[in-house]
């Protein structure tokens, strides 16, 4: 087993450990994914298809990062977050909880992103300097279409200034609407991955038998 490489963690396929990146607990790396630098995917995390994770990134819990998506910078995934599609998260930021991050969404800066977050493109999710500290939001699975939270803390819109609140309603609309095709979408998407996680895995532990 490489150096890099400990615990029960599989690395198959043409995925790749590099430089001082590790892979440890009862994580998975495979298909063309790559880990390098300084990234670390651990506990029950997956790296798979030709996703990257690098720079100082962290994956970890039961995150998985798929398909052609990144993470990057000091970025955290954790929980049982989803990045995948083209999505790249970078930067500092911090995706965790049930949020899934995809198709095209870029997530970085000092942004905090959990819950039901729902991120298919920019236009879902915003975050800026609110009284010293950031404020976050974007489109969500829950109820109200959308989630804020300032600094990791959930705050509804009226906890916020008037200005600030027109300007954060005004961000909100700009989000992409629901529609039932694509939430049937993104929970077939969902399943087809983790089954194909699954999978995977199940190869892994058959050969070492």
Same mark, same amino acid.
């Given at each position: 087993? $490489?150096?890099?490489?400990?615990?029960?963690a599989?690395?198959?396929? $043409? =995925?790749?450990?590099?430089?001082?990146?590790?892979? /440890?607990?009862? +994580?998975?790396?495979?298909g063309?994914? $790559?880990?390098?630098?300084? +990234?670390?995917?651990?506990?029950?995390?997956?790296?798979?298809?030709? &996703? !990257?994770?690098?720079? /100082? =990134?962290?994956?970890?819990?039961?995150?998985?990062?798929?398909?052609? &998506?990144?993470?990057?910078? /000091?970025?955290?995934?954790?929980?049982?977050?989803?990045?995948?599609?083209? +999505?790249?998260?970078?930067? #500092?930021?911090?995706?965790?909880?049930?949020?899934?991050?995809?198709?095209?969404?870029?997530?970085?800066? #000092? +942004?905090?992103?959990?819950?039901? =977050?729902?991120?298919?493109?920019?236009n879902?999710?915003?975050?800026?300097?609110? %009284?010293?500290?950031?404020?976050?939001?974007?489109?969500?699975?829950?109820?109200q279409?959308?989630?804020? #939270?300032?600094?990791?803390?959930?705050?509804?819109?009226?906890?916020?200034?008037?200005?600030?609140?027109?300007?954060?309603?005004?961000?909100?609309?700009?989000?992409?609407?629901?529609?039932?095709?694509? #939430?049937? %979408?993104?929970?077939?998407?969902?399943?087809?991955?983790?089954?194909?996680?699954?999978?995977?895995?199940?190869?892994?532990?058959? %050969?070492? !038998?």
């Amino acid at each position: 087993m $490489s150096k890099n490489v400990s615990g029960n963690a599989l690395v198959s396929g $043409s =995925a790749r450990v590099s430089d001082n990146a590790s892979v /440890s607990d009862n +994580a998975s790396v495979y298909g063309n994914a $790559s880990v390098y630098d300084n +990234a670390s995917v651990s506990d029950n995390a997956s790296v798979s298809g030709d &996703a !990257l994770v690098y720079g /100082s =990134a962290l994956v970890s819990e039961n995150a998985s990062v798929s398909g052609s &998506a990144g993470v990057s910078g /000091s970025a955290l995934v954790y929980g049982d977050a989803r990045v995948y599609g083209d +999505a790249r998260v970078y930067g #500092n930021a911090l995706v965790y909880g049930d949020a899934y991050v995809y198709n095209d969404a870029y997530v970085y800066g #000092n +942004a905090i992103v959990f819950g039901e =977050a729902d991120i298919q493109c920019n236009n879902d999710w915003f975050s800026f300097i609110y %009284k010293g500290k950031t404020l976050t939001g974007y489109r969500s699975r829950n109820k109200q279409g959308y989630e804020l #939270n300032i600094d990791g803390e959930d705050v509804s819109i009226e906890d916020l200034g008037d200005i600030i609140a027109d300007l954060v309603n005004y961000l909100i609309r700009e989000f992409t609407p629901f529609e039932s095709k694509n #939430n049937t %979408k993104i929970e077939l998407e969902k399943v087809i991955s983790d089954l194909s996680e699954k999978l995977e895995t199940a190869k892994n532990k058959l %050969k070492n !038998l």
